[in-house]
T-cell receptor
Framework: GEDVEQSLFLSVREGDSSVINCTYTDSSSTYLYWYKQEPGAGLQLLTY?????DMKQDQRLTVLLNKKDKHLSLRIADTQTGDSAIYFCAEMGGATNKLIFGTGTLLAVQP | DGGITQSPKYLFRKEGQNVTLSCEQNLNHDAMYWYRQDPGQGLRLIYYSQIVNDFQKGDIAEGYSVSREKKESFPLTVTSAQKNPTAFYLC??????????FGPGTRLTVT
């Protein structure tokens, strides 16, 4: 079945790079997404990648996609305290237009 | 100012009462979604609607009901049949690349 897995927690120091990892199961997913959720707020779309791409860069964010291993990662360069949040990856379900979300990774940035 | 609004931000109800959560959008998106989020957990899909006057059950529809009479509006009713209604409820719409945009959420507490 469809399942998206993420590690639960990541702690980094301010100024370091953060890498959040995600594995998915539906090889027919057309798009994959990264969202950020701050406490008590909705989810904010950070970026997405089309499945025929290997990499996408958007300012401090770099998304890497390994389609063979069904592995997606989000790298945040020069991580700031304002980056502290829960990060969700999501895939578009192949047979439907619904998104399948991972359980989220809590990123804690230490000053 | 375009976006998705959910009201109210906090809602308190007594057990046994039905309650309706509002979701309005001015993004002109056809598809709308309702999710439930419990502490430390990911998102679970309650209902979704891909077009006016049509909606489908998600993974956890029991105890909930929806309507989609207008493109802009997708209200969710939490009925007394929902056994554990206390949660954070998120409404979303879907764009051209199936990416979803989220409202700020409503935190419902039932005592």
């Amino acid at each position: 079945g469809e399942d998206v897995e993420q590690s639960l927690f990541l702690s980094v120091r301010e100024g370091d790079s953060s890498v959040i990892n995600c594995t998915y199961t539906d090889s027919s997913s057309t798009y994959l997404y990264w969202y950020k959720q701050e406490p008590g707020a909705g989810l904010q779309l950070l970026t997405y990648i089309f499945s025929n791409m290997d990499m996408k860069q958007d300012q401090r964010l770099t998304v890497l996609l390994n389609k063979k291993d069904k592995h997606l990662s989000l790298r945040i360069a020069d991580t700031q305290t304002g980056d502290s949040a829960i990060y969700f990856c999501a895939e578009m379900g192949g047979a439907t237009n619904k998104l399948i979300f991972g359980t989220g990774t809590l990123l804690a940035v230490q000053p | 100012d375009g976006g998705i609004t959910q009201s109210p931000k906090y809602l308190f109800r007594k057990e046994g009462q039905n309650v309706t959560l509002s979701c309005e959008q001015n993004l002109n998106h056809d598809a709308m979604y309702w999710y439930r989020q419990d502490p430390g957990q990911g998102l679970r899909l309650i209902y979704y609607s891909q077009i006016v006057n049509d909606f489908q059950k998600g993974d956890i529809a029991e105890g909930y009901s929806v309507s989609r009479e207008k493109k802009e509006s997708f209200p969710l009713t939490v009925t007394s049949a929902q056994k554990n209604p206390t949660a954070f409820y998120l409404c979303a719409t879907s764009g051209l690349r199936y990416e979803q945009y989220f409202g700020p959420g409503t935190r419902l507490t039932v005592t």
